[in-house]
């Protein structure tokens, strides 16, 4: 459980946020984010996202949309996506010799009884955002080394 991609809608605000949050807190896994539509290839993640990350110290500054494919399924091991409708579309593509395990970022962090992260574009609360995945992110590294 090495190479880990998170999945959102746009791949500009919670997958490029988890990105930035796991890279800082595990600098020894390969990670990479994506969204399930292409509207942002390309482009920097949300302004708003950058600037709640960087309040906590995180750098999504270098970060670039693009969106997933189903050769994701055999390049990583892991792929989380962010709500319910990320993992049904997630689902659509999936390969049917995916090497990759398929789940909820948030499985990892039961303890907060969400199933998703809300999307903050809506929403507007980042904080809540970062909340939910720093704590699926300290869930994930405890797994990944147990
Ligand atoms: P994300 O949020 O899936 O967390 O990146 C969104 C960002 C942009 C849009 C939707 C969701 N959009 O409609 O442009």
């Not at 039961?110 to 507007?124: C, F, H, K, L, M």
């Amino acid at each position: 459980m090495r190479r880990i991609l998170f999945v959102c809608l746009g791949n500009i605000c919670r997958s490029p946020t988890a990105e930035g949050v796991l890279r800082a807190k595990a600098p020894h896994l390969e990670i990479d984010s994506a969204g399930t539509a292409d509207w942002h290839t390309g482009k920097s993640p949300y302004g708003p996202a950058i600037e709640a990350a960087a309040l906590r110290n995180y750098d999504l500054k270098p970060l670039r949309a693009r969106q997933v494919h189903p050769r994701d399924f055999h390049e990583f091991d892991l792929i989380l996506a962010m709500d319910e409708n990320n993992l049904a579309d997630l689902k659509q593509i999936q390969p049917e010799n995916a090497r990759a395990k398929l789940c909820l970022f948030l499985d990892y962090a039961p303890e907060t009884g969400q199933s998703a992260v809300p999307d903050p574009y809506y929403t507007r609360d980042f904080e809540g955002a970062l909340d939910l995945i720093e704590r699926a992110s300290d869930g994930l590294i405890a797994a990944i080394k147990a």
